[in-house]
């Protein structure tokens, strides 16, 4: 490596070459090519963020690789620095303007296709994710070059708030992802960053967070432990150093600046093509392997003669006779709901030769409507049609919108692809051009969500977790009728705290979900029994596991109020039942000014009787603003009374609050306070969190408290709403 450049003189192209050379070309292999390349671009980062005094660190992959390797992990491709928030716009501002004509910062801004939100990116102009871009560009057609991530956070002040924060982000994520860990989603706090140490990696020092063992261990548990030999290899694919991107911002490396037009190329170079080549044919290879199984698999099952080829594996055959080269990972797949049955009587067989059920989408009827498999890193996709008059009617997601689609009915007839017999559309150019419009041209800029058969779109609260027929959906019959999100109505977090028992949770997530509120809402689950992991998938319930009590009630409830996303919070007691026009109602007589609402009268409900309405100065019924909360104090870090002193701390804050409870009509009371006869205990009897833990102990042994894994099942026992009506209960 050269020697540290001065930091007090503007770079230019003649100072980049001659303090930091591009040393590509000498790489023995395509990786280690590549791995230059952006030892190279760290380098001037480095020397960037120097001479403008703007703090960084090394982080995940490249963070374990300078403790375990001194360097890159020996497979890895691309670099992370995280830096926090400002910082980054620091570097932005001052730093990016002086980057090299051969890379380029890239944001929404400078290349506004690239589908970036929480991350930035240094890139390489001359070099290219080759694997990547041939996946990917239709839906992100940004630049693809070799890689310096720039993640970026927004410190938490307190450790616990980072793990707390972190805990959320975690059951917010319903797949393993990649990115799960970084900036927005790993929350990290300023005592676990600074003060900076530093770290070899590839002849450098660079820094990394203070706390860089306890970073690696959220990341990857026993860090040191090498994974198996398997998954040793770039989570980005195949890489080229010397292929660009597929980009109006690429240069050509044999057209660069004091170069011939055709450089000796090493001997790495001379065989990586015919390397690529050979990978291609052998992905391909497999996939098409994988599709006659898969063929033969159902042949002998239930669904043979009843499912057809679909998607781009249909314009596959029309257009080219082959598998679309830049769609070897992906085969769709259709067949009709009233033969639902025969396609889950084949699943067995195809798991047996290794096709994994992985996802099962549910549209917002509860309907189950795309299964998707995976083998071999390809994925192998289901519609479920819907037979409608003339029409079949599919669904598709993205994003957290559902896409509602409709072609026309069509008969099928045989084709031959593959070496083997398939059905597909009878009239499959009609069908092609309902979906896609002029199928014949191929456009790389595509993306499913310009189908040319959508016809509705909106707000998508289904699932997409895959459980077994007949187990109980999420949202079976939750949301009948479909509608977007009103943002006219302020968006509101309901916090629910919750120990052991789940019985009564389900009651409470039920009844958020059954809330016909108009605009956006969250519910906060935060469970702090560490013997009981809780789960359920919904987008609008965010559940936060926590392996150690909490050390009062109060610092528990502050602790869901800041993992709150939204500035109107509801108080939403796990052991009661809210019916579904709460929120509304609260919202609508909500005055910002006074920063405090709650009814004051409730429905009783007492060892199976349903009495009332009886006056209620009751904590569950209320909801308040974040500013109010903060200006109070917030939460006592106490156990019994926490609620009644919070309240007082709200009256104090005068300007009308005083009293507290507001008039409400009988018939729009929503609130039903439970005390005795649900088959737990009642904090306001057993009065602390030590109690409640002991009595818990005492309902283990005697096997009525679960513990483990516990997969939620929201739902009521009985209508509620029928038991107000009728005035008593079953």
């Not at 600074?194 to 860090?223: N, S």
């Not at 009617?393 to 692809?417: K, N, Q």
């Not at 595509?446 to 699932?463: A, D, L, M």
């Not at 929503?670 to 088959?679: A, E, L």
């Amino acid at each position: 490596m050269t020697s540290s450049p001065p930091i007090d003189v503007t770079p230019d192209e003649d100072f980049y070459r001659t303090h930091f050379p591009d040393l590509r070309e000498t790489g023995e292999t395509p990786l280690r090519q590549c791995q230059l390349v952006m030892i190279r671009m760290l380098r001037i980062f480095d020397y960037l963020c120097r001479r403008h005094a703007i703090p960084y660190w090394i982080s995940d992959g490249t963070l374990l690789g300078a403790v375990r390797h001194q360097g890159f992990i020996p497979w890895d491709c691309d670099v992370d620095v995280s830096m926090r928030r400002a910082d980054r716009s620091r570097f932005v501002q001052a730093a990016a303007p002086d980057l090299p004509a051969d890379m380029f910062l890239q944001t929404p801004e400078s290349d506004p296709g690239c589908g970036l939100t929480h991350i930035f990116k240094l890139r390489d102009r001359y070099s290219c994710y080759v694997a990547w871009e041939r996946r990917y560009q239709a839906a992100h057609p940004g630049h693809c070059g070799l890689m310096v991530d720039i993640w970026s956070y927004d410190l938490q002040p307190t450790k616990l708030m980072a793990d707390l924060m972190n805990l959320r982000a975690q059951q917010q994520r319903t797949e393993k992802s990649s990115l799960f860990g970084h900036g927005g989603y790993h929350q990290l706090s300023n005592e676990q960053i600074f003060p900076l140490v530093y770290l070899p990696f590839e002849g450098m020092q660079l820094p990394a967070p203070r706390d860089y063992a306890g970073h690696l261990r959220f990341h990857y548990g026993d860090y040191m432990q090498l994974p198996p030999e398997a998954d040793r290899r770039p989570r980005s694919g195949e890489a080229d150093a010397f292929t660009p991107s597929n980009h109006p911002a690429s240069l050509r490396w044999e057209e660069r600046k004091g170069k011939g037009q055709n450089p000796s190329p090493t001997r790495a170079m001379d065989h990586e093509p015919a390397q690529r080549s050979k990978e291609e044919s052998a992905q391909a290879a497999g996939f098409r392997r994988n599709l006659q199984l898969l063929h033969d698999t159902l042949a002998g099952t239930p669904l043979a003669e009843r499912y057809w080829v679909w998607g781009g594996l249909l314009i596959g055959w029309a257009r080219e006779g082959r598998i679309l080269s830049h769609d070897a990972n992906d085969a769709d797949f259709a067949f009709l709901r009233r033969d639902r049955a025969h396609f889950l009587a084949a699943i067995p067989a195809l798991t047996e030769v290794g096709f994994v059920p992985t996802l099962r989408w549910t549209n917002n009827a509860g309907a189950a409507t795309e299964y998707v498999f995976r083998k071999d890193g390809a994925s192998f996709e289901f519609f479920e049609m819907a037979e409608e008059g003339d029409a079949f009617c599919y669904w598709l997601y993205r994003s957290g919108v559902e896409y509602a689609c409709r072609i026309p009915r069509h008969d099928l007839s045989p084709m031959t692809f593959l070496d083997r017999t398939w059905l597909k559309p009878a009239d499959h150019d009609k069908i092609l051009t309902a979906i896609y419009g002029d199928w014949r041209v191929p456009d790389p800029r595509w993306s499913f969500t310009q189908e040319k058969s959508i016809v509705e779109q909106y707000y998508w609260v289904g699932t997409r977790i895959w459980r077994s027929e007949g187990e109980p959906l999420a949202l079976t019959w939750l949301h009948s009728q479909t509608r977007p999100v009103d943002d006219s109505y302020p968006p509101v977090s309901c916090i629910c705290p919750t120990y052991a028992r789940t019985h009564l949770l389900n009651e409470a997530i039920f009844s958020f979900l059954l809330q016909d509120y108009p605009g956006r809402k969250e519910m906060i689950v935060l469970n702090d029994y560490g013997e009981q992991t809780l789960e359920f998938e919904h987008p609008e319930v965010c559940i936060v596991n926590r392996a150690g009590q909490f050390s009062s009630i109060g610092e528990k409830y502050a602790a869901a109020v800041e993992l709150a996303a939204y500035d109107l919070l509801f108080v939403w007691h796990d052991d009661d039942i809210y019916l579904p026009h709460r929120l509304r109602y609260c919202v609508e007589r909500f005055d910002p000014a006074v920063g405090f609402f709650k009814p004051g009268r409730a429905w009783f409900w007492n060892d199976g009787a349903l009495s009332g309405p009886v006056s209620n100065v009751l904590h569950g019924n209320s909801c308040w603003s974040r500013s109010l909360y903060h200006k109070a104090g917030g939460y006592p870090h106490q156990d019994l009374g926490y609620d009644a002193e919070f309240e007082q701390r709200i009256a104090a804050q005068g300007e009308g609050r005083g009293a507290l409870a507001a008039p409400i009509e009988t018939e729009e009371i929503f609130y039903i306070y439970r005390w005795t006869g649900t088959g737990a205990y009642h904090l306001s009897a057993l009065q602390t969190r030590l109690a409640v833990a002991s009595h818990t102990e005492r309902m283990v042994q005697c096997g009525r408290a679960p513990q483990g894994r516990i997969a939620l099942q929201p739902g009521w026992r009985v209508d509620y709403r029928d038991l107000v009506r009728n005035g008593s209960i079953g």
